[in-house]
């Protein structure tokens, strides 16, 4: 069996809370050591020479497509722009044709996924029939199937009965329930931030309340539940507090944020890109700075991309028309590390929020590169220079507000299972 030695770079494994000169071997794709100058016998030798070298990146959310979408993306394009953007392990949203609301489909997702893609997918199944917030799953036999969470993600489930529902029935399986806390009322057609940009747009506006009110009550049925309750890309201030508040009073809620909302205000809507049309929409300076500040004092667990594929024909019509969202597998990283030269976070704080805390929030193996784990790295460098065109990306679509915008950092490799699947030199599958 293939051992693989990572030699001469700079370890960053936040779960041994390591910064330093260590090589990294493994075999049979596990990490079978740790060290300073380990012995390169009988060993494929990958110089990292003075990159960063971190334990693969897991995404708690992302929109694959796949089934019945799949001219938007399938489990091989979003793959590929996974393990070319670091990332080791893909959470899949259900919102699917069909819906990821059977065992059939999640099995379908997962067979599928052995076949086709680069990293690894991990299906979030809806808690809900339909996605209508009327019926629940059958959380069991969705669970057995594979799935590793549970979440109507856009479709937010407005009746409070049905989420006390859900939760308590989440307990049984030991999932996260992950919400996308919007109050359809309050948002109504908004489509941008509720603020002066709305107002010069002449576009109708979201406001933070839409998010404030329901990530309240989702708190409050947490804690009366008992149940792990996680909120998909926060964007608001008093989101941020009131997820705080909750966490200091014992609740289990854990949360992500994007790096669009961590990186872009509402300014960035100014010029009609429906490529910023996101949901939750992208927020004025003070909820960014709410949103960093909330990242860094832990509040905030994981940054999760929200890749969302859409066709150029979808979002080259109207602001109000276009669907929301936008691609960020490829750039994450890059655009993270903004967050590194502004001082913000340190490398081992990027690589936990990125990696060892969202595989913990989901119960996955990784996040780690101790003895024993999955040899799945990412070796980057942070000074690389490069030019972003998504129509040179693996991606199926191009939705990107970060189109030509010159970028630093980038991945170099991406293990799989110690598996070479990603080299910036050779492309992906590059063994």
Known sequence: MTRILVRGGRLLDPSQERDGAFDVLFEAGRVVAVGEKLSAEGAEVFEANGAWVAPGFVDLHAHLRAPGQEYKEDLSSGGAAAVAGGFTQVACMANTSPTNDDPSVTKY??????????????????????LEGQVMTEMIALREAG???????????????????????????????????????????????????????????????????????????????????????????????????????????????????????????????TSTRVAPPLRSREHVEALRRGLVEGVIDAIATDHAPHATYEKEVEFTEAPPGMIGLETALAVCLELVREGVLSPLELVRRLSTNPARIFGLEGGSLAVGSPADL???????????????????????????????????????DGRLVYNLQRGVNAE
Not at 113 to 127: L, Q
Not at 183 to 202: I, N, P, Q, S, W
Not at 389 to 415: C, E, H, I, Q
């Open 147 to 273: 799935a590793v969470a549970f979440s109507d993600d856009g479709a937010t489930i407005m009746d409070a009965g049905v989420m006390r529902r859900v939760l308590e029935y989440s307990t049984l399986v030991g999932v996260p329930v992950i919400v996308h806390a919007e109050d359809c009322h309050l948002r109504g057609h908004g489509v941008v931030h509720e603020g002066a940009v709305a107002t010069k747009l002449g576009l109708p506006g979201n406001p933070a309340m839409a998010e404030e009110i329901m990530v309240a009550r989702d708190v409050q049925l947490a804690g009366w539940t008992g149940a792990h309750l996680h909120v998909a890309h926060v964007s608001t201030a008093g989101a941020v507090e009131t997820i705080r508040r909750a966490r200091e009073a014992g609740v289990k809620v854990t949360a992500e944020v994007t790096p669009h909302h961590l990186t872009l205000t509402d300014a960035a809507t100014l010029g009609f890109d």
């Open 109 to 130: 997702i997962l067979d599928r996924a052995e076949k086709e893609s680069a990293a690894k997918i991990r299906p979030i199944a809806a808690a809900t029939r339909g």
């Open 378 to 416: 990412v070796v980057i460098d942070p000074d690389r220079a490069w030019t972003y065109d998504p129509g040179r990306g693996y991606s199926k679509s191009r939705n990107s507000p970060w189109a030509d915008r010159a970028m630093t950092g980038r991945v170099l490799a991406t293990f799989v």
